[in-house]
């Protein structure tokens, strides 16, 4: 079965800095790999996805992730944080080919300092 | 893309009672997933519900607490029954038309 680590339940930065939040998975299978965010009180939005090609991907409000798959993870990156940036943020690994059902990760949530 | 229409947004609930949760979707798709999150918890898959057949539930997930109707394309239903204190948490469904999933506000379940 697939599973996915988030490093740090919670990661702290002052506004500006840059934002790294750390999931690694497992997968007996090439994945199709998720950053979704939530904001409090809402669903999930989705950040980026990889699912083949260029490793490197970028998604909305700034953020981006690498693929590595000698390293089996999928880093989400933002050079400067933004006091909206405050959020809870889940690695996601979808368990079969074709996008189905996915699993998430334990998320990670971002606290941004003026 | 995908809009999806969560009812109730939000509902606290005597204990042994049931709570139906709507899904509405505003496009036909295959498959609709129901998630549970716990609080300070990520999300759990509960059920995957297809038009036509029966709901397939994950692991620790039955049908008699769980039950799901789906009765056509863009919609469905999760029950949660005879309700404890444990159930309290979010119920999301999502979507997954082509390349990505979509979530609902999802219910934010409260068990008193």
């Known amino acids: 079965a697939q599973s996915v680590t988030q490093l740090g339940s919670h990661v702290s930065v002052s506004e500006g800095a840059l934002v790294l939040l750390r999931c690694n998975y497992s997968s007996s299978v090439p994945p199709y790999l998720f950053w979704y965010v939530q904001y409090p009180n809402q669903g999930l939005q989705l950040l980026l996805k990889y699912t083949t090609g260029a490793t490197l991907v970028k998604g909305i409000n700034g953020f981006e992730a690498e693929f590595k798959k000698s390293e089996t993870s999928f880093h989400l990156t933002k050079p400067s944080a933004h006091m909206s940036d405050a959020a809870e943020y889940f690695c996601a690994v979808s368990e079969e080919r074709g996008f189905q059902k996915l699993v998430f990760g334990t998320g990670t949530r971002l606290l941004v300092s003026p | 893309s995908a809009v999806i229409s969560q009812k109730p947004s939000r509902d606290i609930c005597q204990r042994g009672t049931s709570l139906t949760i709507q899904c509405q979707v505003d496009s036909q798709v295959t498959m609709m997933f129901w998630y549970r999150q716990q609080p300070g918890q990520s999300l759990t898959l509960i059920a995957t519900?297809?038009?036509?057949?029966?709901?397939?539930?994950e692991s620790g997930f039955v049908i008699d607490k769980f039950p799901i109707s789906r009765p056509n394309l863009t919609f469905s239903t999760l029950t949660v029954s005879n309700m404890s204190p444990e159930d309290s948490s979010i119920y999301l469904c999502?979507?997954?038309?082509?390349?990505?999933?979509?979530f609902g506000q999802g219910t934010r379940l409260t068990v008193v």
């Open positions: 519900a297809n038009q036509g057949s029966e709901a397939t539930y």
């Open positions: 999502s979507v997954l038309p082509i390349t990505e999933a979509f």
